[in-house]
């Protein structure tokens, strides 16, 4: 096969801007439910958002915001073991509310993937069960069966920015780097996707516009739709989309 093989997709940010309707208000909820004075800014998050993992997140900001408590006689493990259940069944409930669609142009080109028999999964941080609420809520609950693999959170022992994920996903998939194509959107993102040697596309949010995307081929607005033109930004390969309004197999097997 001359193009990419398989389409492997990160999730939040990425298929779909879940962190500030969804993810952010489901700690909110859950540090509430467990009455815990930590209401987490969008300002905060922003930051929080450099740790990867909700527990690990949660961990990062005792530790440096409320260091009495991370260092008291409370085993947190298990006790964020149980706040994140609850922030959890929070995000599927917002999931199940359709509070949040794909951003443009996932739908379109995963549908276009599947008609070329290009293989499709997904590498996220985040829980599988949030996988399964957004990809059940905004495609369908066949669409999950799209997804050849959905390598998620702690399936792997160390999270993005590692390249554990990756190379999880490589290894389950019996692929090669050269055959993969990556969609991300942040630097913890492409940090990990280039420790595997990946072809990386990133599509910025308001999140992560202003990251260091060093390494990725393609940098754009979004993945374009017939009537909303997507904007190239920049990466190491951004001149072969000269002109280009929209990604396409066609137009994203020039990267290979
Ligand atoms: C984003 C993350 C996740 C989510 C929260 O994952 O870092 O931790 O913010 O989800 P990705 P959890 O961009 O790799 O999809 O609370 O389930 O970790
Ligand atoms: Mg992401």
Redesign the pocket.
């Known amino acids: 096969m001359s193009g990419f093989e398989a389409y492997l997709f990160?999730?939040?940010?990425?298929l779909a801007d879940?962190?500030r309707e969804g993810?952010l208000i489901a700690f909110n909820k859950a540090f509430a439910d467990a009455g815990l004075a930590w209401h987490w800014s969008i300002e905060l998050y922003l930051e929080l958002?450099t740790v990867?993992?909700?527990?690990e997140?949660m961990l990062h900001y005792l530790e440096k915001y409320d260091p009495p408590f991370a260092g008291g006689s409370v085993d947190l493990h298990d006790y964020f073991a149980s706040i994140?259940a609850a922030?959890?069944d929070y995000?599927k409930d917002l999931m199940d509310q359709g509070s949040i669609s794909l951003r443009p142009g996932i739908e379109r080109l995963l549908n276009e993937v599947r008609q070329q028999k290009r293989r499709l999964a997904i590498a996220?941080?985040?829980?599988l069960s949030?996988v399964i609420a957004l990809l059940s809520n905004t495609l369908g609950q066949d669409s999950i069966e799209w997804f050849e693999l959905i390598a998620a959170?702690d399936v792997v022992p160390k999270?993005?920015p590692a390249a554990d994920i990756y190379h999880f996903t490589l290894k389950e998939m019996g692929l090669s780097a050269e055959q993969c194509l990556v969609f991300?959107?942040?630097r913890?993102?492409v940090l990990a996707s280039k420790g595997a040697n990946l072809t990386t596309v990133i599509t910025v949010n308001d999140f992560t516009r202003d990251h260091d995307f060093s390494g990725a081929e393609l940098i754009v607005s979004d993945l374009g739709e017939p009537d909303s033109p997507m904007r190239t930004i920049g990466g190491c390969r951004s001149q072969l989309f000269d002109g280009v309004s929209m990604l396409d197999v066609a137009t994203l097997d020039r990267l290979r």
Request: hydrophobic residues 10%.
């Open positions: 990160d999730v939040d940010g990425t879940t962190e993810h958002l990867t993992g909700g527990k997140r994140h922030k959890t995000f996220t941080t985040t829980t949030n959170g999270k993005k991300e959107d942040s913890n993102g």
